[in-house]
């Protein structure tokens, strides 16, 4: 019931009357009182003569209303698109995952519950799956959360490592009795198949510039090359620096101090973290369940537990700034893929086909690019790059908003930006270009299978996958990768106000952090998802900016039987193309390398791929 601001009181069983501010009075009957305050309704017991206060939206909110744990972990995962789409491949050969949240509803939603009288704190419980600059972001978020006086505390059993980079930033850190907490380091290793290739007779051959580029060393040999281990091992050391730096300035403790406590074992069980200074105490969970309730969080209605909700179902009540001049925020995210892409990919299509549809509405004053790619197609790449060149060239700033990856094809769509910011963890460059092709022929002439037939050119049969490549013709492809690489320097040349010969300098597909790339001219600013929105606003000279995400949030979620019976016949957007698939008749023996395979889809067979991986 929509009811006008004022006074409400219980006159009798199942009769409400209303007062409004005016001294108008009216009655309701009803069979349910149901109060809609905090974060979801609740049905209360009658109380004669027991006035409520009514609240400027209309809900009946009372002195005793229960108060709440926002419950952060469970398995959510977090990401930086809005949940849209089509299930994507894991989804259909793995099954439904755990709860999704895109990256700015869950930092609005951690806003939202300061300010909201029904939320107790904030309980961080269980792994949350997120990027590592992500989990900064939400650390940062409940550092200001803090402020409103309300608890952050943090519950852990058997705590992964990235669990307890969260935790740590709680203001009380307890861990199960029996329980263990792991802080040991990072490490990245990759699978080499390159013999295993060829002992299955399968061919690779490879056309590429930049000694650093390493994305094509898994298909070629057995072990890392030492350009690889050169640039990885600044990387790891970058991010254990600043993971170290978050911990030890949430605990109390210097890095010193941290890196012996991590030397000692890795993985402490929860007594000895006590000791440690990792955590505060160690509980059992009715203990923990009694501290909550101390903090302020109301008893269920068993009594044994707390009333609580998860951060994933309290984001439905976060509204985006909805007035003023729009902001579109586009979601870069995955694989960048030539055509129109699926469910985790960049189709370079569709990406271009949003950035051109902006373009043409008046009505959007900026864009904030959020890219979260280790690169992918050169082609889709060049595609996307040329229409974020025309808003800016219309006078429409763009500001790119980095995430965990930024590089190689990610980077090249970053570059003709107004304005780009990263994280300090962002891993971001790796400016350089391969090719990579496989054939059978070793494969053919083990089981006996012959391939013939005629052509009428030279190279009509370029790219056969029935045999090698000759020297002629990977001079050929070389050539190709050659000017795509090029074409990146002074994509990025352009974009940058630098020279064709200083980028070239820091280019050789090599692989800087944000905090590094920043001195390097190759990022302006270090900042997230939430300042990139404010330097839009201040570039677009913006009072109030209403905020669009382009994917919105449950858009094209229509299910199979309703694309069946939609009688829409709209055309296509101009210049969309189904993606290849290469992968969909493969088994699901290993998902990472399906999604791989699933990528090599670039018309020319060029890629800008970077292959590290933040760690979450």
């Not at 009357?17 to 149901?34: I, N, P, Y």
């Not at 790796?430 to 050119?457: C, H, M, P, R």
Request: charged content about 25%; proline content about 4%; some cysteine.
């Amino acid at each position: 019931v929509d009811v006008m601001r004022g006074q409400a009181r219980f006159l009798g069983p199942r009769v409400l009357e209303l007062s409004a501010d005016d001294g108008s009075k009216s009655t309701l009957s009803f069979d349910h009182c149901v109060i809609a305050a905090g974060s979801e309704p609740v049905k209360l017991p009658f109380v004669p003569n027991d006035p409520r206060v009514i609240d400027s939206t209309g809900a009946l909110e009372l002195q005793d209303l229960p108060k709440r744990m926002l419950v952060i972990g469970g398995g959510l995962t977090i990401e930086d698109t809005p949940e849209h789409g089509a299930p994507g491949l894991d989804e259909l050969l793995f099954g439904a995952a755990g709860p999704r949240l895109d990256l700015l509803r869950a930092l609005e939603a951690i806003d939202l519950a300061a300010k909201d009288k029904q939320i107790a704190g904030i309980l961080l419980s269980g792994e949350l799956s997120a990027g590592l600059t992500q989990k900064a972001e939400i650390r940062r978020a409940l550092v200001a959360f803090k402020k409103s006086g309300k608890p952050v505390i943090a519950w852990v059993e058997n705590a992964a490592q990235g669990e307890y980079y969260l935790a740590s930033v709680a203001d009380k850190v307890y861990a199960h009795v029996s329980g263990e907490v792991e802080f040991k380091g990072l490490a990245s290793y990759n699978m080499y198949f390159g013999d295993t290739l060829r002992l299955a007779g399968l061919g690779v051959q490879v056309t590429k510039v930049g000694k650093y580029k390493s994305a094509v060393e898994p298909y070629l040999g057995s072990t890392m090359s030492a350009e690889a281990k050169e640039q990885t091992e600044v990387l790891m050391n970058g991010l254990w620096k600043r993971l170290l730096a978050d911990v030890a300035r949430s605990r109390g403790l210097t890095t010193e101090r941290l890196t012996k406590v991590v030397e000692s074992g890795g993985i402490f069980a929860a007594r000895k973290a006590v000791e440690l200074k990792l955590v505060d105490a160690v509980l059992h969970r009715d203990e923990l369940v009694s501290r909550v309730r101390e903090a302020g969080a109301s008893a269920d209605d068993a009594g044994t537990s707390f009333r609580r909700v998860g951060l994933h179902r309290y984001a439905h009540k976060v509204a985006l700034p909805s007035r003023g001049g729009k902001i579109a925020i586009v979601y870069a995210e995955g694989e960048i893929v030539d055509g129109w892409g699926g469910a985790g990919e960049i189709g370079g299509d569709r990406l271009a086909h949003d950035l051109r549809a902006i373009r043409g509405d008046d009505d959007f004053k900026a864009v904030v690019l959020r890219v979260n790619s280790p690169g992918g197609s050169a082609f889709a790449s060049d595609v996307v790059a040329r229409e974020v060149s025309l808003l800016k060239k219309k006078g429409v700033p763009v500001v790119v908003s980095m995430g965990d990856v930024a590089a190689s094809g990610g980077y090249y769509i970053a570059a003709p930006a107004s304005l780009i910011m990263a994280d300090p963890s962002t891993i971001t460059g790796s400016i350089g270009v391969f090719g990579l092709f496989l054939n059978y022929e070793d494969l053919a002439k083990k089981v006996q299978l012959g391939t013939d037939g005629v052509k009428t050119a030279r190279f009509a049969d370029l790219l056969s996958d029935h045999r090698r490549a000759t020297p002629e013709e990977l001079a050929v492809i070389q050539s190709s990768v050659d000017g795509v690489y090029e074409d990146f320097l002074a994509i990025v040349a352009a974009g940058r106000g630098l020279k064709r010969d200083g980028v070239h300098e820091i280019a050789q597909g090599r692989v800087w952090l944000g905090e590094d790339a920043r001195g390097l001219k190759l990022v302006d600013q270090l900042g997230g998802l939430r300042e990139a929105l404010k330097e839009a606003k201040r570039l677009a000279k913006l009072d109030d900016a209403a905020w669009i995400q382009v994917p919105a949030l449950h858009s094209g979620r229509e299910t199979f039987l309703q694309q069946l019976l939609s009688d829409d016949d709209d055309q296509a957007p101009l210049f969309a193309k189904v993606s290849g698939d290469p992968a969909k008749d493969f088994l699901r023996a290993n998902a990472r390398w399906l999604r791989a395979i699933r990528a090599l889809n670039d018309p020319k067979g060029v890629y800008l791929t970077c292959p590290f991986v933040a760690p979450r």
